[in-house]
């Protein structure tokens, strides 16, 4: 603001006043759009696991204002939003503890160094996975594509799992 000659020092004593109340009323609108959005999306989720047949006490526990998907968005670089999107994009293909998964999702991208836009790509890789039943090239090309490390942990951890795969994966 202080480039444009608004900054809340400078002119004279109610120009300053004037500015500064400016840049107030730009934060609190700002902080207000955001909490609409969060208690939209929210409300939003909850009506979808309604609809799925999720108890109400299970919907209060992962998407309810002090949830797990909450909680988790609140610790984590993830916003709120991307969390519920891969819970969303995890429960709609079936996932049994669709939430756990979406942390254990979040955490293992977090590990390698990714971030929201690597969450999304990854999670939906292993939702249509999930939803295939089987891990498709094209999946594990959209996973390498969106975090390699994240890939590579994940081949080493499937080749102990499996070992007859070896250097065929």
Known sequence: QRAIGRGTGQGNFFRRIRNFLRIASIVVTWTMENMIETSDSMYKLQAAMRFSGYAEDEIQRIAGATGTLKTYADKTVFSLQDVMSTFGAFSANGIKDADKLT????????????????????????????????????????IINASPQLAGGLRKELIKLNPTLGNDF
């Open 103 to 142: 942390e254990a999702v979040g955490n293992a991208v977090a590990v390698f160094g990714g971030g929201a836009k690597e969450y999304s790509s990854v999670a939906l890789a292993i939702s249509q996975a999930m939803a295939a039943g089987a891990l498709h090239a094209q999946d594990w090309n959209q």
